[in-house]
């Protein structure tokens, strides 16, 4: 029989992940019971993007876009809306809550690590950004003939990049923000400039060209035009995949230096 002291460092990692499947297993029961954040994280995008397609003029080629319609160019602008929704307006509200009522600093006298319940968060606002992309590139495929990327591989790499940099923004806003009602203004105070720089209210490609260069120095505008790239069939530029990749590294490191569980 082997001894308690051989059998106690292969025990601890299994009821490590044990612990950490359970906590997702609940966040996702808890997640799925709030309404309002499934509605602006996967119903709000498409509905916009149906918004616009309703619009005639916006169905039809202009020789301003290059012969592309304004629908074309809404669909990854609907992507992106669903990860900045996910990452820094829903998630952060989440995690200050958490700290505010003292959850995280219980969970600290359990098994339970909190780090178990942040990486929750983050995969379960990860997932529904990823579920809204599925029905946003669908309905505008199915409804409005918008073709799928000529380029998959760089479309799905320049949205996995802009969707971390929103996840660590989230991070940050948490990090800096003692109660959710903090967390809601500096989370609006950036929401609503990535917004524009993601092309909610004009799409990139109509910005004078200065405006252009100054939005693709933020992931989201970036990210832009790397689907827009990806979109046409060709390889987004290096440089526009590796504005959001270093938003998202530079973010990270900022969180983790910032965040406190209590």
Same mark, same amino acid.
């Given at each position: /029989?082997? %001894?308690?002291?051989?059998?106690?460092?292969?025990? @601890?990692?299994?009821?490590?992940?044990?612990? %950490?499947?359970?906590? +997702?297993? !609940?966040?996702?029961?808890? *997640? +799925?019971?709030?309404?309002?954040? =499934?509605f602006w994280i996967l119903v709000f995008p498409t509905l916009l993007l149906i918004i616009i397609g309703l619009i005639p003029s916006f169905r039809e080629a202009q020789a301003s876009l290059g012969g592309r319609r304004v629908i074309d160019l809404y669909v990854p602008v609907a992507l992106? =809306? &669903? @990860?900045? !929704?996910?990452?820094? $307006?829903a998630m952060p509200t989440v995690l200050t809550g958490y700290r505010e009522r003292g959850i995280l600093r219980r969970m600290s006298t359990t098994p339970v690590r909190p780090a178990a319940l942040l990486?929750?968060?983050i995969t379960l606002h990860g997932a529904a @950004? #990823?579920?809204?992309? #599925? +029905?946003?590139?669908?309905?505008?495929?199915? @409804? *409005?003939? #918008?073709?799928?990327?000529? $380029?998959?591989?760089?479309y799905a790499l320049a949205l996995v990049l802009t969707l971390c940099s929103a996840l660590a +923004?989230?991070?940050?806003?948490? %990090? =800096? &923000?003692p109660t959710t009602?903090?967390?809601?203004?500096v989370g609006s105070a950036a929401f609503f400039p990535m917004m524009f720089a993601a092309g909610v209210w004009v799409p990139v $490609? &109509? /910005?004078?060209d200065?405006? $252009?260069r100054i939005v693709q120095l933020v992931p989201f505008g970036a990210a832009s035009q790397a689907l827009s790239q990806a979109a046409s069939g060709h390889w987004p530029d290096w440089s526009q995949l590796a504005v959001p990749a270093a938003w998202a590294v530079v973010l990270g490191w900022v969180a983790k230096r910032l965040f406190r569980w209590e």
């Open positions: /029989m082997p %001894s308690p002291r051989s059998t106690r460092p292969d025990s @601890a990692p299994p009821k490590a992940r044990s612990a %950490s499947r359970a906590v +997702l297993k !609940t966040e996702a029961r808890l *997640f +799925l019971r709030e309404p309002g954040t =499934l992106l =809306l &669903s @990860a900045i !929704t996910a990452g820094i $307006q990486g929750a968060q @950004a #990823v579920v809204s992309w #599925v +029905l946003a590139l669908t309905v505008g495929r199915l @409804a *409005f003939g #918008v073709a799928l990327p000529g $380029q998959p591989l760089g +923004l989230g991070c940050v806003i948490c %990090s =800096l &923000s009602k903090v967390a809601g203004v $490609q &109509s /910005m004078p200065t405006l $252009q």
